[in-house]
């Protein structure tokens, strides 16, 4: 028979996140990636393929949503170069 608080554990909130969790490594890792020729011509692709790319009124919701997973993940990219590059 399980104890009542087993399974419970969810609702405690998640413990602070140390230094290693920080994800200034990875950050970095991404600044280094991109700073090269070859990952700015990557970014740039990717920029095209998605932020600067629209979509037709024909477009389905399905279609909508995937390019707009696709943005957020370049974003995301973005972002976490642009922190790895600042070291903060």
């Given at each position: 028979?399980?104890?009542?608080?087993?399974?419970?554990?969810?609702?405690?909130?998640?413990?602070?996140?140390?230094?290693e969790?920080?994800?200034l490594?990875?950050?970095?890792?991404?600044?280094?990636?991109?700073?090269?020729?070859?990952?700015?011509?990557?970014?740039?692709?990717?920029?095209?393929?998605?932020?600067?790319?629209?979509?037709?009124?024909?477009?389905?919701?399905?279609?909508?949503?995937?390019?707009?997973?696709?943005?957020?993940?370049?974003?995301?990219?973005?972002?976490?170069?642009?922190?790895?590059?600042?070291?903060?």
């Open positions: 028979m399980l104890r009542p608080e087993t399974g419970w554990t969810w609702f405690d909130p998640p413990p602070p996140p140390t230094a969790d920080s994800g490594d990875l950050a970095q890792a991404a600044a280094r990636v991109f700073a090269s020729g070859d990952g700015e011509a990557l970014l740039r692709h990717l920029r095209e393929m998605t932020l600067e790319r629209c979509l037709g009124p024909d477009s389905g919701d399905a279609a909508l949503r995937h390019l707009e997973g696709q943005r957020h993940l370049v974003l995301h990219l973005q972002a976490l170069a642009a922190r790895g590059r600042a070291g903060s």
